[in-house]
């Protein structure tokens, strides 16, 4: 299942720096020494015993690791359509210049001389108004549409490669992000060709090491070798990779041809490569055998020598890998092969996740370019412009959304490998992995970009719409308060609720209320008081006081 997925290009099978680039997702399977001696080869043999259950552990054990090389080559391969939009869309050159040519003529060039006559009436209707401001952002609005249908329509390819180009910068991160001690030692060129590879070869000689990998490439051989080779040595040998190398002030010392000198290793790091390639085919190898039959029993013969010979040694070495190679610890394969799948789902979410949404933004630029022409007609005249943003703030949110989730996805990668390569147990770094994604996800937040571009408010309402000043937004306010005051004032005072009062100040007391000292010299209580009430112009209330 994991075959169909596998399409690095022919420099990278040449050379094959990683495991994916030199065989694919070939190797993977998991054969116990006495029940079958090699994948590749399919005999049987019954030297050795097998432990009872060991097979039907075992095959649980394949299964498990099927479906694991099946999700990480979904995930490589859906990465590699979204890394590389030059093999990708290739298929629609053809479609956005017919596309946009024909509704160029079709539509745009006919109902576009419409519109302009439309344009034409109404700026001498605004002419009357003696409006200048509307009347020149009218024309200048026609104009861009114009310029702007016009140019996409000559060169609809071009800009759909000046877009991609532009995309593809942060995905190009992973070469230079992305570690791989494999490559030390090998020279790198951008944009290198086949016949620049053949000079190379024929100068420097065959084992001159060039790494032709892309970034796409490059980030799936670090995924199958973090994933998948590494899970397959924990299920084959029950142990990853462990090594220490020699040291001298600090810096690791190298033999004569340049590679570390190791002082300790394990089974899994010496004799994990040379019995992995026993059990596959590379690219190479499977080109020639493809061509002979007799070059394919020869290559088989030879690998099956191979892994006899590998698994004698690891026999004499290491007698706990060579247990699980036996089959004695089958039901433990089971239980690594079914961490391995859990690391290749949670791996694969986010990953393919971010490669769909990629692959959604080319795919929105594109059909945004055949559908200018349309949008660009009705757009000429600019009360009818709502598409013409609309369309403008999907495409920016496509665009951001690349730009965002190619840099995601590089650092993802990253930092997936570096969780994988830590000595911490393997249910822990399935844990970080399944949480590393959760993160990026919320972080990102991908389903609100697009939609919160499109609605009001969007990129293209702040560069294309009309922006009003803080003088016009003042007076609006003015213009507020003034018509809350006519309100004010249109209130009769019949309507006033009787339970609103005016205050009355110290100088409205009631004539009864008034103390002797507040009243004048002479004035008696009554007659003052009469007094008082007769004279009274100040609307009081005269009464009576009250009779003990």
């Not at 980030?219 to 590494?230: E, R």
């Amino acid at each position: 299942m994991a075959g169909w997925f596998a399409d690095p290009s022919n420099l990278d099978k040449s050379e094959g720096i990683g495991t994916y680039s030199r065989y694919g997702y070939a190797g993977y399977q998991l054969p116990m020494y006495g029940s079958q001696e090699a994948s590749i080869g399919g005999g049987c043999i019954d030297s050795v015993s097998i432990p009872n259950g060991a097979d039907t552990a075992n095959a649980l054990a394949n299964m498990e690791f099927n479906l694991s090389v099946a999700t990480v080559g979904a995930a490589n391969s859906m990465r590699q359509a979204a890394w590389e939009p030059d093999n990708m869309w290739g298929w629609s050159n053809d479609f956005m210049e017919q596309g946009t040519e024909v509704l160029y003529r079709q539509i745009f060039t006919v109902f576009g001389a419409v519109t302009v006559g439309l344009i034409g009436l109404y700026l001498l209707w605004r002419s009357r108004q003696a409006d200048m401001n509307n009347a020149v952002t009218t024309v200048a609005w026609a104009v861009l549409i114009l310029v702007l249908v016009t140019a996409v329509v000559r060169w609809p390819v071009k800009a759909a490669e000046y877009t991609d180009q532009a995309l593809t910068i942060g995905m190009n991160l992973s070469t230079v992000l992305i570690n791989d001690d494999q490559v030390e030692g090998c020279i790198r060129e951008d944009g290198m060709t086949q016949d620049r590879y053949d000079e190379l070869k024929e100068l420097n000689g065959e084992d001159f090491c060039i790494d032709t990998r892309n970034a796409s490439v490059v980030a799936s051989d670090t995924v199958a070798g973090q994933v998948l080779y590494q899970n397959w040595l924990r299920t084959m040998l029950g142990q990853s990779e462990e090594v220490t190398f020699q040291e001298r002030d600090g810096e690791v010392v190298e033999d004569a041809e340049g590679n570390p000198v190791v002082t300790e290793s394990n089974a899994a790091y010496k004799y994990g490569p040379a019995l992995f390639a026993a059990q596959a085919f590379s690219w190479r190898e499977d080109e020639e055998a493809g061509d002979s039959p007799t070059v394919r029993n020869r290559l088989i013969e030879e690998k099956q020598e191979l892994w006899r010979n590998l698994v004698a040694q690891i026999q004499t070495e290491d007698p706990e890998a060579y247990a699980n190679i036996s089959g004695q610890r089958a039901w433990e394969r089971t239980g690594t092969g079914f961490l391995a799948l859990l690391t290749a789902i949670f791996f694969s979410l986010f990953d393919l996740t971010a490669s769909i949404l990629i692959i959604l933004g080319f795919m929105i630029v594109r059909f945004a370019i055949v559908a200018l022409p349309i949008i660009g007609t009705i757009a000429l005249l600019r009360p009818a412009g709502g598409p013409f943003k609309r369309l403008v703030n999907t495409v920016l949110g496509a665009i951001i959304n690349v730009a965002i989730f190619s840099l995601a996805a590089v650092i993802y990668i990253w930092a997936s490998s570096r969780i994988l390569g830590t000595t911490m147990p393997v249910w822990l770094q399935v844990v970080l992995i399944g949480l590393l994604g959760v993160a990026a996800w919320l972080l990102l937040r991908p389903g609100r970009r697009i939609a919160g571009l499109v609605a009001g408010g969007g990129v293209a309402d702040s560069l294309l719409g009309r922006r009003t000043g803080e003088a016009e937004r003042e007076a609006e306010r003015e213009r507020d308060r003034e018509r809350i005051s006519r309100r004010r004032d249109d209130v009769r005072p019949e309507e006033v609720p009787d339970t609103v009062r005016t205050p009355r100040s110290g100088a409205d007391t009631l004539p009864e209320q008034k103390t002797g000292a507040d009243q004048p010299a002479g004035a008696g209580g009554p007659a003052g008081a009469s007094g008082g009430g007769g004279g009274s112009g100040g609307g009081e209330v005269y009464r009576p006081s009250r009779k003990e």
